[in-house]
């Protein structure tokens, strides 16, 4: 749980998600809704606007792991529907573009995607941008797997999309790679605000943290919080925290 994580980390944790619910889908927030995971949703979230300050112009939010299975496309998913929901306009972008799962997750075509646009085959963010059934939430899809991801992410176009990002949206969540699989995120987080690193409760090792720690002494990651995701609130060590 969050204090084991504190015992063998001084990053500061934003906060934790719970499990899912049998009766809760992939999408876990929502209007009107007060379960246990949406309400730890809604804490990573204002959390994450209290780290960014004040500064508008600090929106870009990139969310990694170290290992799939984590849950990062997950909280990714649902923070973003999170900040929807207070009234900005948000765009979830898919850049764990060997793995794409986002449109998937939406239903939707991922033809046109990511992958096209960093290739240069096109030059306006709108036309690779969709809606989604939700309001004020945004989707970027990741598209099929390029045969040179890490160049694409390299490459000169990369700047531009996320310039045209930060102009279109309030915030943008940056779905990306597990850094301890491949270095596709390493390159992506010099354009972003803030790294938000998952974890997952008996599931993360401690090498997974050594992974995260390496990559924030190396100034990779330089402005990295923790979320702790897959808490199990019903076990004794969380008996004194609940409210309501």
């Known amino acids: 749980d969050k204090d084991d994580l504190e015992r063998v980390t001084s990053i500061p944790i934003l906060g934790e998600i719970c ?25 990573v979230r204002n959390n994450i606007q209290f780290a960014l300050t004040t500064n508008n112009d600090k929106k ?7 290992l799939s299975g ?17 009234g900005k306009k948000v765009v979830v972008v898919g850049m764990d573009i060997r793995r794409p799962v986002l449109p998937h997750l939406f239903v939707l075509n991922n033809e046109v995607c990511v992958t096209t ?7 306006d963010i709108s036309e690779i941008v969709f809606k989604t059934e939700y309001e004020n939430l945004y989707l970027v899809p990741g598209g099929p797997t390029p045969p040179n991801p890490n160049e694409l992410l390299l490459g000169e176009h990369i700047s531009t999309f996320f310039e045209q990002l930060r102009k279109e949206f309030d915030y943008v969540i940056v779905d990306t790679a597990p850094i301890g699989v491949v270095s596709d995120s390493y390159l992506i987080a010099p354009y972003v605000d803030l790294q938000l690193y998952v974890t997952r409760a008996n599931y993360s090792t401690k090498r997974c943290l050594k992974i995260m720690h390496g990559a924030i002494s190396s100034k990779r990651l330089p402005n990295c919080y923790l979320v702790l995701n897959g808490v199990n609130v019903k076990s004794s060590s969380y008996n004194y925290r609940r409210y309501g």
Do not use: Q, W
């Not at 870009?60 to 170290?66: D, E, G, P, R």
């Open 19 to 43: 499990i899912a619910g049998k009766k809760d889908g992939k999408m876990v927030v929502g209007e009107n809704l007060s379960t246990p995971i949406a309400e730890m949703v809604r804490l």
């Open 70 to 86: 984590e849950g990062k496309t997950f909280i990714a998913s649902n923070l973003a529907l999170s900040f929807a929901l207070t």
């Open 117 to 123: 646009f960093l290739s240069g085959n096109c030059s």
């Open 60 to 66: 870009v939010i990139l969310v990694t792991s170290s």
